[in-house]
């Protein structure tokens, strides 16, 4: 028996996506791949890694609640790609 801890269904979605880390710190631009959304969050591979509780200020333009999102989880994807998985806010 497996255990989903989603709240919502995700939905695929393969795009690129650009976001910024602080947008009142920085104007750096940051780029990652969605690879699926739901109406609570989406899973995001990004090749800089973030921390749990970070936030994030997506600019790509989505169908998302919020541009805002919260870090929940991260794992090494690949030798330098991260899988995080993200909360709207």
């Known amino acids: ?3 989903d801890q989603r709240k919502n ?3 695929d979605l ?8 602080n947008p ?12 699926n ?4 969050g989406m899973c995001l591979l990004v ?3 973030l921390y749990i ?10 169908p998302i609640p919020s541009q805002t999102a919260t870090v929940r989880w991260i794992e090494k994807h690949e030798e ?8 709207f806010v």
């Open 80 to 87: 330098d790609h991260y899988k995080v998985g993200l909360e």
């Open 14 to 21: 393969p795009c690129n996506i650009e976001y910024v880390l």
């Open 37 to 40: 959304i739901s109406t609570s």
């Open 9 to 11: 269904e995700r939905f």
């Open 1 to 3: 028996m497996t255990f």
């Open 47 to 49: 090749s800089n890694p």
């Open 53 to 62: 509780g970070q936030e994030i200020t997506i600019i790509s333009v989505l």
């Open 24 to 35: 009142l710190a920085t104007d750096e631009i940051f780029e990652g791949v969605a690879i």
